[in-house]
């Protein structure tokens, strides 16, 4: 957690000094002429981005009202998809519906709202999709035209009459700008969302609802200044999303493992696959707690028993680079069984591994495997406080009982 603090800290003070800045310009020349500049579209659309990848559904959402609300009646038609009344309606009462789940979530019963917790999540990841896949390049798209149209070129038909237009063999200093922002937007929506998406993992995970009640506010209030500070000023706008994009991408590593991490539980969660799971009688795939010497929490791996009876943790950084593997400490481990999900602890208290969903119901037979001496325990709630902070990426409470 405290690697954290620092980041999060800078961020809130920038927020802090960036709001009044803006409003201080803005009312220092009211009747300045609009940034002409090739420039000012790309700040325009780096703010676009980051919003949009902040609450993907929330962000296209209002991105799509607003273009539908600024636009001429006679024109609406010709608006993307995104911008129809069909599609952003729908979505923003879906936000408003997230909403109210969140603000009545110390209310409802955790049998109750953890399953609309995983629904959120698995939305936010299909928004992300739809979003990166269809409205980042289109909002691009148009980045690269207003820049050729400032230079008097014309646009790249890449987004004025799609890819038939294009005839074998042509090349367009459009195209080849399409080529350059599109995937620079792209991977800029892939970094923001992935630390976005993270907090959508952590309220899942969360045991208390005004914890996630706080995560949520804290997301939207970002996205709402990210658009205030770009529609008062689209260089203020650009600067708040670059401390964004730079704070997503030194937690890139926690949040990619945080995101598989809710992956995998969703998928569990969703397709009850705890009914059809066997624990294998060797080599089970799990996640690294917060404990396990040498190996970054919530790392997806392989646990194997050696021939001499020791146990090695086998990972792959980033699920693709080489593998690498670590000892489990000696001493007594166990099976703390949680509500949603359980984990094997060192010694009663430090968390070594975080089981996936699929293997609620099958502890025993897990110590059984491994011959995990400290048998099957009960986590009360001291523990999942302890995982909670694991999670955040500080270091697991030593917590004593239940």
């Not at 659309?45 to 009646?73: C, H, K, N, R």
């Not at 009688?281 to 028993?305: I, K, Q, S």
């Not at 001496?373 to 999942?384: D, E, S, T």
């Amino acid at each position: 957690m405290k690697r954290l603090l620092s980041p999060v800290a800078l961020l809130l003070l920038i927020v802090l000094a960036g709001a009044p800045l803006a409003w201080a310009a803005t009312a220092a020349k009211p009747a300045a002429a609009p940034d002409r500049s090739p420039a000012a579209p790309l700040a325009k659309g780096i703010a676009t981005v980051t919003g949009l990848a902040i609450s993907p559904l929330l962000g296209t959402g209002a991105y799509g009202a607003y273009q539908y609300f600024t636009t001429d009646e006679a024109a609406r038609l010709n608006l993307p998809w995104y911008a129809q009344m069909k599609f952003w309606l729908p979505a923003l009462l879906l936000v408003a519906a997230c909403a109210a789940k969140d603000a009545l979530g110390t209310a409802l019963p955790p049998g109750l709202k953890k399953p609309l917790d995983v629904l959120e999540t698995v939305e936010n990841k299909f928004s992300g999709l739809v979003a990166a896949g269809a409205v980042v390049p289109i909002t691009m798209g148009s980045v690269a035209n207003a820049v050729l149209a400032w230079q008097g070129a014309p646009a790249d038909p890449l987004h004025t009459g799609g890819l038939a237009m294009i005839q074998l063999g042509a090349s367009t200093g459009g195209t080849l700008l399409s080529v350059l922002t599109i995937p620079f937007g792209v991977a800029v929506f892939a970094v923001v969302w992935m630390a976005s998406h993270a907090i959508n993992v952590l309220i899942l995970l969360s045991p208390w609802g005004a914890i996630d009640a706080v995560l949520k506010s804290a997301r939207t209030s970002l996205l709402g200044l990210v658009a205030l500070t770009a529609t008062i000023n689209p260089w203020l706008g650009a600067l708040l999303s670059a401390v964004v994009i730079v704070l997503a991408w030194f937690v890139a590593g926690w949040a990619f493992r945080l995101t598989i991490f809710g992956s995998v539980f969703c998928w569990d969660f969703l397709t009850g696959r705890r009914g059809r799971f066997r624990p294998a009688e060797n080599d089970n795939r799990l996640f690294a707690g917060g404990n396990l010497p040498g190996v970054p929490p919530r790392t997806y791996g392989r646990l194997v028993e050696r021939s001499d009876g020791r146990l090695q943790f086998f990972h792959r950084p980033w699920l693709v680079l080489a593998e690498k593997s670590a000892t489990v400490p000696a001493g007594s481990l166990a099976v703390g069984r949680g509500f949603f999900f359980s984990s094997i602890v060192h010694d009663g208290s430090d968390t070594l591994f975080l089981l996936p969903p699929r293997y609620r119901g099958h502890e025993e037979e897990l110590v059984r495997v491994y011959k995990l001496a400290g048998g099957v325990q009960p986590a009360g709630l001291r523990k999942a406080w302890s995982l909670l902070r694991e999670l955040f990426g500080g270091a697991a409470a030593k917590a004593q009982g239940n």
